[in-house]
């Protein structure tokens, strides 16, 4: 059994609505003010702000709002909102934990290398990170998405005067309130983090039909 995790992005002009499908997802403010209506109910978001919103909802505002939902649906992603997607093995009838947060990286930060006690989708902020995810060494510069399992080792070096990326995991609901950070060695267990930590939210949700 499986869930689908997507990155998405919705750009709304003054005047415009996006309609969202239902979902459990992460809604995060890149810039501007969006109004979401949902449940009867209506969150204002200003930039650099983040909800847990679970269901279908309306986007209202003039900003830029990037998503992290985790679905029932295996349709096709939409070419049009999606930035990344990936299938996840979870039962979809299960109780899930979605965590969300913002990573800050002070100038010349590395971090140790690590693992997660699960997956996540980041998406950089500002600045511009040097990482490596398992065997792939990449440049990630501001406004680009990337998955991680958890499983593979992970270092994140920041080679721009600051940098800052948002996240969202689809945990275990056993992790409530615990760290995820798992450190590879020993060695990397004593070494400093050397990055600051926003959480937005950390809720167990089931997924909406």
Request: aromatic residues 6%; contains cysteine; hydrophobic residues 45%.
């Amino acid at each position: 059994m499986t869930i689908a995790f997507a990155a998405t992005e919705d750009v709304l002009a003054p005047g415009q609505r996006a309609t969202l499908p239902p979902a459990a997802r992460a809604l995060y403010v890149r810039s501007g003010r969006v109004v979401i209506a949902h449940d009867g109910a209506e969150t204002t978001l200003t930039e650099d702000s983040c909800a847990l919103i679970a269901g279908a909802a309306t986007l209202a505002g003039d900003g830029v709002v990037w998503g992290f939902e985790a679905t029932r649906s295996m349709a096709a992603p939409d070419p049009l909102r999606t930035v990344l997607h990936v299938t996840l093995p979870r039962d979809p009838d299960a109780p899930l934990l979605l965590r969300a947060d913002r990573v800050d990286f002070p100038p010349g930060a590395a971090t140790p290398r690590h693992g997660h006690a699960g997956p996540g989708i980041r998406r950089l902020i500002a600045g511009r990170l040097f990482a490596e995810i398992g065997t792939t060494h990449r440049r990630i510069d501001a406004g680009e998405t990337w998955f991680e399992s958890g499983e593979e080792p992970v270092v994140g070096r920041n080679i721009a005067p600051a940098s800052a990326f948002v996240r969202c995991m689809v945990l275990d609901p056993d992790l409530l309130g615990r760290p995820t950070f798992r450190p590879d060695s020993a060695e990397d267990a004593a070494k400093p983090r050397a990055v600051g930590y926003r959480p937005f939210f950390d809720t167990i949700v089931t997924l909406p039909h």
